[in-house]
């Protein structure tokens, strides 16, 4: 099952850009500039399809970009991995799809994606992850200061 997952996904990614492209119109589909300024913004405000375009386009799925949020991150500037940012909007099908086009989970900057997904209470993209990300060892999640004015803080590096 996890190899036809593996095989699956960029076929269901390729099908939503093509029906999200076709949606938007003829001026979309014939450009190729993403419907947002960052993958951050993408993540956090779109659907898989539109942080597609940044991977798609070059973006490094592991790379770090800076983010803020009032919810996410109490206004605080951050530096997150788009995983980890995937995770915190609650967007499975993005985290799928970075998974599928290279994102690590040997690297500090996406290790505690799972223990971030359980923290927030989403298990079904905790488990996931960790199914399908395969991480490289097992990861000791941290536990944030119960008086922490947001749980992302205590999971970015």
Known sequence: MKLAWLLAAPAV???LWIAS???RGSDAAS???PAFESIAEAI????VEDAYAFVS???DPNATVPFSDAELTASYRVMISPLMLAVASNKENT???LLSFGA???LPQNELASCLATRLGYGDLAAMILRDGRPAREVRCPEPPPDAAAPLLAYVK
């Open 95 to 97: 985290a799928m799809m």
């Open 44 to 47: 956090r405000h779109g659907e």
């Open 21 to 23: 492209t076709e949606l």
């Open 104 to 106: 690590r989970m040997d």
């Open 57 to 59: 386009a070059g973006t």
């Open 31 to 33: 450009s190729s500039m």
């Open 13 to 15: 990614v390729g099908a």
